[in-house]
């Protein structure tokens, strides 16, 4: 079976749950409640998995999609887009060339590091190695 095919199954999951959300948003807006839809999506999904009429496994693999790209929802600049529309429409080749430099620059910290560490902890493996052979022929 393709990737494409097995995804689709996930992408309606996501489409679901963002409905969910754009569903409690509009009523939250609606009656001008306090509380964010976000928070009243989450209080309804919560509350069809415990009267049991909606199965877990049903938003299983799109959750946890969700979760594995969490950090694209938490990036400041991508925040900044959202509040500030009118800015990134004068300015937004600007912001996404800054976002995707920023991203680069992070993703090269973070290979840096890791090479670093994988380095590190091969030598010190090595040196291990050669102790304990060191000590079983004394």
């Not at 999506?41 to 069809?48: H, V």
């Not at 909606?54 to 799109?62: I, M, P, Q, S, T």
């Not at 090269?108 to 670093?116: I, K, M, P, S, Y």
Request: net charge positive.
């Amino acid at each position: 079976m393709s990737r494409a095919i097995r995804f689709v199954p996930t992408l309606f999951q996501v489409c679901l749950l963002a409905a969910f959300w754009l569903g409690a948003d509009a009523l939250a807006r609606a009656v001008g409640s306090p509380v964010p839809g976000g928070v009243l999506a989450l209080a309804a999904l919560l509350a069809l998995l415990l009267l049991g009429w909606l199965d877990a496994n049903r938003l299983r693999r799109g959750a946890e999609w969700l979760m594995a790209e969490m950090l694209l929802f938490f990036i400041p600049p991508v925040v900044a887009v959202v509040q500030f529309q009118a800015l990134f429409r004068s300015e937004g080749l600007k912001l996404l060339a800054v976002i995707g430099l920023g991203t680069l620059c992070v993703m090269a910290g973070t290979a840096l590091v890791v090479d670093r560490v994988f380095r590190w902890e091969h030598r010190r493996r090595i040196r291990g190695i050669a102790r304990r052979r060191r000590e079983s022929l004394a």
